[in-house]
């Protein structure tokens, strides 16, 4: 088994940031990425944020473009969330995942990781 293990989070003010953290333990795990989904009450669990090792691409979600960063640690299966000028909107629970396969369409989907974390809450009030 692999455990993710998110820190970082907690209540900051609108308009500030936040980092969150992300490592892997366990059983030896090649990844091909890490990606960061939040989850708010009473909806459904979103992609934020991904990290593909091949390259080194990232990719966001539309409405945390230019306020998030996505970076990581291939080696040691680590991955980092730095959020800016953060928003009420952006109150959620935040959720790392980790997957062995690259899918190039569907990483915007949680059915393509293959472990998550526990998630830790972010409050952003207003």
């Known amino acids: 088994q692999v455990q993710l293990v998110e820190s970082g989070g907690g209540l900051v003010q609108a308009g500030g940031s936040l980092r969150l953290s992300c490592a892997a333990s366990?059983?030896?795990?090649?990844?091909?990425?890490m990606g960061w989904f939040r989850q708010a009450p009473g909806k459904e669990r979103e992609f934020v944020a991904a990290?593909?090792?091949?390259?080194?691409?990232?990719y966001y979600t539309d409405f945390v473009k230019g306020r998030f960063t996505i970076s990581g640690d291939n080696d040691k299966n680590t991955v980092y969330l730095q959020m800016n000028s953060l928003k009420p909107e952006d109150t959620a629970v935040y959720y790392c995942?980790?997957?062995?396969?690259?899918?190039?369409?569907?990483?915007?989907?949680?059915?393509?990781?293959?472990?998550w974390g526990q998630g830790t809450q972010v409050t952003v009030s207003s």
């Open positions: 990290i593909r090792w091949s390259g080194r691409n990232t």
């Open positions: 366990g059983r030896a795990f090649s990844s091909a990425a």
């Open positions: 995942a980790i997957t062995r396969l690259w899918y190039s369409v569907s990483y915007v989907s949680a059915s393509s990781y293959d472990y």
